[in-house]
Nanobody
Framework: QVQLVESGGGLVQAGGSLRLSCAAS????????MGWFRQAPGKEREFVAA????????YYGDSVKGRFTMSRDNAKNTVYLQMNSLKIEDTAVYYC?????????????????WGQGTQVTVSS
């Protein structure tokens, strides 16, 4: 069992930046690939970013590519999502999750052990 706790969300103006953190419990964190997803009101949860267990490979959704950066610190059992050049359409609840299966990084069904989420609101 893995428990995830997201933090770092808040209210920011368009064009600003935020850094989200996701702290994980458990000794095997360093063996897990991890992902970030987001869900806006009335919309399905969508893929944002993912990172492999070593931090050597990252993957991004088209809408955030070039603006968001995912990283991890295995010594701290934490993954991060640096979000720059934020847009109003980035407003959502952001969730981190453990990638449990060996399929594509981009599909929500590959993930489990979701955190409770952190709200990001981007204003004009």
């Amino acid at each position: 069992q893995v428990q995830l706790v997201e933090s770092g969300g808040g209210l920011v103006q368009a064009g600003g930046s935020l850094r989200l953190s996701c702290a994980a419990s458990g000794r095997t964190f360093s063996t897990y690939d991890m992902g970030w997803f987001r869900q806006a009101p009335g919309k399905e949860r969508e893929f944002v970013a993912a990172i492999d267990w070593s931090g050597g490979s990252t993957y991004y959704g088209d809408s955030v590519k070039g603006r968001f950066t995912m990283s991890r610190d295995n010594a701290k059992n934490t993954v991060y999502l640096q979000m720059n050049s934020l847009k109003i359409e980035d407003t959502a609840v952001y969730y981190c999750a453990v990638k449990l299966w060996s399929g594509t990084y981009y599909t929500i069904n590959e993930y489990g052990y979701w955190g409770q989420g952190t709200q990001v609101t981007v204003s004009s």
